[in-house]
């Protein structure tokens, strides 16, 4: 009895063994993985650093996307990865521009854009669709005052990027209009393109460069409509335009800001001055009933 309670306190002895030998084993097992884990993510930054020196944005991303969202890797994300990640987004953005980096949206992995990268592209879109407009706007002032370069709005696309902005769209029909004023075939596009009611940048001067080619708003409805899809009428492209310096008494009554609460008239012997008052402290400067200044 004695030699069988001693064999068994030996097995008992063996296996505490040997589960300790096991979870050394684990325990050193798991550290050399944490270790060879992180040689691998260090390594992973070096070259993610590389793509953005060499700007090759595309390796980057197309990388970061298999690794860490299709889950084509072992190796565990952190915190410099991410960052190098999004360091080389805002590069990208500053580099290439906001057209490029959207170019590449299938490889984007929003859940690990940070909230500065974020900004910094909403930043940029403003500035890149303000630039563009002001291109657009100056080319037209510069065609009415005989002063403007026929290229300088070739470069704009209206696909792509702008290809939903109704006001860089208009805009652009009206340019080529401009440009090519003996074509129809961009006369008939700007109406099909711009609304009779749009009120935006220009919308003035569209409306007059469309009259000036003996398109009545019966006409340019019609075509719009067909084009479109749309049910619009002839009345409610009435008073869609704000006043805009040139315009005569008339035209502003006709504007979206009607006509006035009432009217300071200054006589003298060559002129006749006056100062139309609107509600919310907005003014209107007529000299001999044509508009030369505003206040709102």
């Given at each position: 009895?004695?030699?069988i309670?001693?064999?068994?306190g030996?097995?008992?002895?063996a296996?505490?063994i040997?589960?300790?030998c096991?979870?050394?084993?684990d325990?050193v097992k798991a550290?050399?993985?944490?270790?060879?884990n992180?040689?691998d993510?260090?390594?992973?930054?070096t070259?993610?650093?590389?793509y953005?020196e060499d700007?090759?944005?595309?390796?980057l991303?197309?990388?970061?996307?298999?690794?860490?969202?299709?889950?084509?890797?072992?190796?565990?994300i952190?915190d410099d990865?991410?960052e190098?990640y999004?360091?080389?987004?805002?590069?990208?953005?500053?580099e290439?521009?906001?057209?490029?980096?959207?170019?590449?949206?299938?490889?984007l992995?929003?859940d690990?854009?940070a909230?500065?990268?974020?900004?910094l592209?909403?930043a940029?879109q403003?500035e890149y669709e303000?630039?563009?407009?002001?291109t657009l706007?100056?080319?037209?002032?510069?065609?009415?005052?005989?002063?403007?370069?026929?290229?300088?709005?070739d470069?704009?696309s209206?696909?792509?990027?702008?290809?939903?902005?109704?006001?860089?769209?208009?805009?652009?029909?009206?340019?080529?209009?401009?440009?090519?004023?003996?074509?129809?075939?961009?006369?008939v596009?700007?109406?099909?393109?711009?609304?009779?009611?749009?009120?935006g940048?220009?919308g003035y001067?569209?409306k007059?460069?469309?009259?000036?080619?003996?398109?009545?708003?019966?006409t340019?409805?019609?075509v719009?409509?067909?084009e479109?899809?749309t049910?619009?009428?002839?009345e409610e492209?009435v008073?869609d335009?704000?006043?805009?310096?040139?315009?005569t008494?008339?035209?502003?009554?006709n504007?979206?800001w009607?006509k006035p609460?009432?009217?300071?008239?200054?006589?003298?012997?060559n002129?006749?001055?006056?100062q139309?008052?609107y509600?919310?402290?907005k003014?209107?400067?007529?000299?001999?009933?044509?508009?030369?200044?505003?206040?709102?």
């Amino acid at each position: 009895m004695f030699t069988i309670k001693k064999n068994l306190g030996y097995l008992l002895l063996a296996a505490t063994i040997l589960t300790g030998c096991s979870d050394s084993s684990d325990e050193v097992k798991a550290e050399t993985e944490q270790v060879a884990n992180s040689a691998d993510q260090k390594e992973l930054i070096t070259t993610y650093k590389e793509y953005i020196e060499d700007d090759f944005y595309q390796f980057l991303l197309k990388d970061f996307h298999k690794r860490f969202v299709q889950g084509e890797t072992e190796l565990e994300i952190n915190d410099d990865i991410i960052e190098i990640y999004n360091e080389g987004l805002r590069s990208l953005i500053e580099e290439k521009g906001v057209e490029t980096y959207l170019d590449y949206g299938n490889w984007l992995t929003h859940d690990f854009i940070a909230v500065d990268t974020q900004n910094l592209l909403l930043a940029k879109q403003k500035e890149y669709e303000d630039e563009t407009l002001k291109t657009l706007t100056d080319f037209i002032d510069g065609y009415y005052e005989k002063k403007y370069d026929p290229t300088a709005v070739d470069k704009i696309s209206g696909f792509g990027y702008f290809e939903n902005n109704e006001e860089v769209q208009t805009l652009l029909a009206f340019t080529d209009a401009l440009k090519y004023g003996d074509s129809e075939q961009t006369l008939v596009t700007l109406l099909k393109t711009v609304s009779p009611h749009y009120s935006g940048l220009k919308g003035y001067e569209i409306k007059k460069f469309v009259e000036s080619k003996g398109i009545d708003i019966f006409t340019w409805v019609d075509v719009y409509n067909k084009e479109n899809g749309t049910m619009l009428t002839e009345e409610e492209g009435v008073g869609d335009y704000n006043p805009a310096i040139g315009m005569t008494t008339e035209e502003v009554e006709n504007s979206s800001w009607g006509k006035p609460q009432s009217v300071n008239r200054t006589v003298t012997a060559n002129s006749v001055s006056e100062q139309w008052v609107y509600p919310n402290y907005k003014y209107l400067y007529f000299e001999n009933e044509i508009l030369t200044s505003f206040q709102d």
